[in-house]
């Protein structure tokens, strides 16, 4: 990827839950399980996060790279059920990372998975959910000694 294409993303990554300050806290940190109009709501954010971007003149499509950032190649993601190459390959690196952050964090609703364990979910996912170029170079990013989140 060139430099421009890497600095889209990470501004893209930056804002991708920017929605989510539209969600009420105690649904966002909500320790038991969603009802279906919570995580209906919850999935909002991104088109609520869209919206707002796409009045910013970036000189990349990071309102597209928001908006689409839950989509999956088997059409199952939100909010549109896009599928394959309709998907912008930045959306789905944003995908893949904010997964696998949210797998290795605490969570209210559960305790952090361990690498192992990622990975495994990952691999299950791979070229079913997400591109395997994208959870290859993800796998190889977490079996590096020193990794962490910066």
Same mark, same amino acid.
């Given at each position: 990827?060139?430099?421009?294409?890497?600095?889209?993303?990470?501004?893209?990554?930056?804002?991708?839950?920017?929605?989510?300050?539209?969600?009420?806290?105690?649904?966002?940190?909500?320790?038991?399980?969603?009802?279906?109009?919570?995580?209906?709501?919850?999935?909002?954010?991104?088109?609520?996060?869209?919206?707002?971007?796409?009045?910013?003149?970036?000189?990349?499509?990071?309102?597209?790279?928001?908006?689409? *950032?839950?989509?999956?190649?088997? /059409?199952?993601? =939100?909010?549109?059920?896009?599928?394959?190459?309709? +998907?912008? $390959?930045?959306? &789905?690196?944003?995908?893949?990372?904010?997964?696998?952050?949210?797998?290795?964090?605490?969570?209210?609703?559960?305790?952090?998975?361990?690498?192992?364990?990622?990975?495994? *979910?990952?691999?299950?996912?791979? /070229?079913?959910? =997400?591109?395997?170029?994208?959870?290859?170079?993800? +796998?190889? $990013?977490?079996? &590096?000694?020193?990794?962490?989140?910066?």
């Amino acid at each position: 990827m060139t430099q421009d294409h890497q600095e889209a993303i990470g501004m893209a990554s930056l804002l991708h839950d920017l929605g989510k300050l539209y969600i009420p806290l105690q649904i966002l940190n909500k320790s038991g399980q969603l009802t279906h109009a919570e995580f209906e709501l919850i999935k909002t954010h991104v088109t609520l996060g869209a919206q707002v971007l796409s009045k910013i003149d970036f000189p990349w499509p990071i309102s597209d790279m928001v908006l689409q *950032h839950h989509e999956k190649l088997d /059409g199952s993601g =939100y909010p549109y059920g896009l599928k394959g190459d309709e +998907i912008l $390959i930045e959306a &789905q690196i944003i995908e893949v990372a904010d997964m696998v952050e949210s797998m290795l964090s605490f969570r209210p609703y559960r305790p952090s998975i361990d690498k192992e364990t990622t990975i495994h *979910h990952l691999t299950q996912a791979k /070229g079913r959910h =997400y591109r395997e170029e994208i959870i290859k170079a993800c +796998i190889n $990013i977490l079996n &590096q000694t020193h990794f962490t989140f910066d």
